[in-house]
C-alpha cells in the first residue's frame, strides 16, 4: 500500500475573509447541541438553564485562546493532532487522539440522527416511541452514507446558507418568545429558580449540566481546517473566533430563557423536541409547529453529514499512512471517495445508535451528546498542555499569545470536566472506552498482521 502522491509546495487557495469565516464558525457551532439538549440542560438545573451554557461558553473561550495562539503559530489544516504531535512526538498518542477526534465524529453525528428522527416524526405529527425514532436514525444515516458515498462538493457559499437556515431558527424562537412574554404568556421567575433532581447536590446537578451543555459549543475547533485558505490567519482568527464563540453564546441564553419562560421544566425536559414545543407554545395560531421541526431538521443534517465526512476521512488518513488496517483505504474508482471507510464508520454509528438507545431508552440524544464532548475535552486538556510545551518552540512570524495560567487553567478544567465527579452518565464513559478500545485493537491488530515496527503518523498527511 502507498500513500498518494504529495501535492508538492501549491498552497491552498486563500479565499476566506473575516466575513465568511465568521459565517463558518458560527455554523460549526450552531445545530443539534441547542436544537436538541435545551431541556436535558434544564432538566438538571431547572429554570437557570442557561447558567450551564455560559458556563460552557467560558470552557469552551479557555481552550479557544490556545487554539487561536497554535493556529497563528502553525496555519496548518491538521488541528489538535498536529499540535499534539509537535509537542510530544509519541506517534501512539498523536494516533489517539486522532481517533478520539474521529470517534467525536461518530458520536456526533448519531446524537444528530436521533435529533433528526424526532423532529421528522414532530414535522408530520406523528406520536413515535424511541423504537420507531431509533429505526427513524438507523435511516437517516443510510441516507447520509450514500450521499457521502456519492461525494459531496463541500464549498463555502453551502456552508452560509445552511449556517442562516440554522440561524434563523433560533431567531425564530427568540422572537417568538419575546413576542409571547410581552403579551404576558411567560413566567419569569422560572427563569430564575435553581432546580436539581433529588439525587444529585447542587454541585454535581452544575457540573453535569455544564458538560451536557458543552455539547453545544463544540465546533469552534474545526475552524483550524482552515488557516491555510484564510487571509492573514494570524491577524483575522483571533478576534473572528472570539466574535463567533461570543456570538454563540448569546444566542444560547436567549434561547434557553426563552424556552424556561415559556414551558415548565418538566415539559421541557420529557420533549425530544424542546425548541419545537417553544414555538408552539408562543404562536399557537402561527404553522410554527410544522416550520420549525424542518429548520431543526436541516441544522441536524448538516452536523451529521459534516462529522460523518470528516470521520470516514480521518479513517481512510489513517489507514492510508499504515497505522490502521488496509482495508479502509479502499477507494471507489468512479466517485473516487473512499467507500470503505464510509460504511464502516457507518457501521459504527448504527451499532452506537443502537446500543445506545437499548441501553438508556429516552436518554439517547444526552448519553451520545455527552459523550461527544467527553471526547472532545480530553482532547481539548492535551491541547491546552501541548501550547504550554510549545512556547520553546520560536518561529518567526507574528502570532497569538495566550498567558500561560489561562492555558493551564484550561487544561485543568477539561481534565476536570472529564473525570466522574461531574455527575457524568457512566454510558458516555462506555461508549467512549469501548470505542478507544476498538481503535487501539486495530492499531495493534494491523502491527501484528504485517510485521513492522509502530507506524509514523503525520498528522498533515491525513486530508
Known amino acids: ?233 494570524h491577524r483575522i482568527f483571533p478576534k473572528v473566533l472570539l466574535t463567533g464563540l461570543g456570538f454563540t453564546a448569546v444566542i444560547y441564553v436567549l434561547v434557553s430563557i426563552c424556552a424556561v419562560a415559556l414551558i415548565p421544566v418538566g415539559e421541557l425536559a420529557s420533549s425530544s423536541t424542546p425548541l419545537v414545543l417553544v414555538v408552539k407554545r408562543a404562536a399557537p395560531g402561527l404553522p410554527t409547529e410544522t416550520i420549525m421541526p424542518i429548520i431543526s431538521m436541516f441544522a441536524v443534517a448538516n452536523s451529521a453529514l459534516i462529522n460523518m465526512m470528516m470521520a470516514s476521512r480521518l479513517l481512510y488518513g489513517m489507514s492510508r499512512q499504515g497505522v490502521l488496517p488496509g482495508f479502509l483505504s479502499h477507494v471507489h474508482e468512479r466517485t473516487q471517495t473512499p467507500w470503505s471507510a464510509i460504511v464502516f464508520t457507518t457501521v459504527l454509528a448504527i451499532g452506537l445508535i443502537v446500543l445506545v438507545t437499548a441501553a438508556s431508552d429516552s436518554e439517547a440524544i444526552r448519553a451520545l451528546g455527552g459523550t461527544t464532548a467527553l471526547l472532545l475535552l480530553a482532547v481539548f486538556a492535551f491541547v491546552n498542555v501541548a501550547v504550554l510545551v510549545l512556547r520553546r518552540d520560536r518561529v518567526e512570524h507574528a502570532h497569538f499569545r495566550t498567558s500561560a495560567p489561562v492555558a493551564a487553567l484550561g487544561a485543568l478544567v477539561c481534565l476536570f470536566m472529564v473525570t466522574p465527579f461531574t455527575g457524568r452518565d457512566t454510558i458516555q464513559y462506555e461508549v467512549a472506552g469501548w470505542l478507544l478500545v476498538l481503535g487501539v485493537l486495530m492499531w495493534g491488530l494491523n502491527l501484528l498482521v504485517h510485521r513492522k515496527a509502530p507506524a509514523h503518523l503525520d498528522p498533515e498527511r491525513l486530508r
Open 1 to 233: 500500500m502507498t500513500d498518494r502522491p504529495d501535492s508538492g509546495d501549491t498552497p491552498l487557495k486563500r479565499v476566506m475573509g473575516p466575513k465568511l469565516l465568521l459565517l463558518f464558525i458560527v455554523g460549526d457551532i450552531l445545530g443539534t447541541g441547542v436544537y436538541a439538549l435545551t431541556g436535558q440542560v434544564a432538566g438538571e438545573v431547572g429554570g437557570a438553564a442557561w447558567a450551564p451554557f455560559l458556563a460552557a461558553f467560558f470552557i469552551a473561550l479557555l481552550t479557544a485562546f490556545s487554539y487561536l495562539e497554535l493556529v497563528t503559530k502553525y496555519p496548518r489544516a491538521a488541528g489538535a493532532a498536529l499540535y499534539v504531535h509537535k509537542a510530544f512526538g509519541l506517534h501512539f498518542l498523536t494516533f489517539l487522539v486522532c481517533f478520539t477526534v474521529m470517534c467525536s465524529g461518530l458520536t456526533s453525528a448519531s446524537t444528530a440522527s436521533q435529533a433528526f428522527a424526532a423532529n421528522l416524526f414532530a414535522a408530520f405529527h406523528v406520536e413515535a416511541n424511541p423504537l420507531w425514532v431509533t429505526l427513524g436514525a438507523v435511516g437517516f444515516m443510510l441516507l447520509v452514507m450514500l450521499v457521502n458515498l456519492r461525494g459531496v462538493s463541500e464549498s463555502v457559499k453551502t456552508n452560509v446558507v445552511l449556517t442562516l437556515v440554522e440561524l434563523g431558527g433560533l431567531v425564530l424562537v427568540i422572537l417568538l418568545g419575546f413576542y409571547a412574554m410581552s403579551r404576558g404568556g411567560a413566567d419569569f421567575s422560572r427563569v430564575v429558580a435553581f432546580e436539581t433532581p433529588e439525587d444529585k447536590s447542587v454541585f454535581l446537578a452544575i457540573t453535569s449540566a455544564t458538560a451536557l451543555a458543552f455539547y453545544a459549543m463544540v465546533g469552534f475547533e474545526d475552524s483550524v481546517n482552515m488557516a491555510e485558505e484564510t487571509h492573514d490567519p
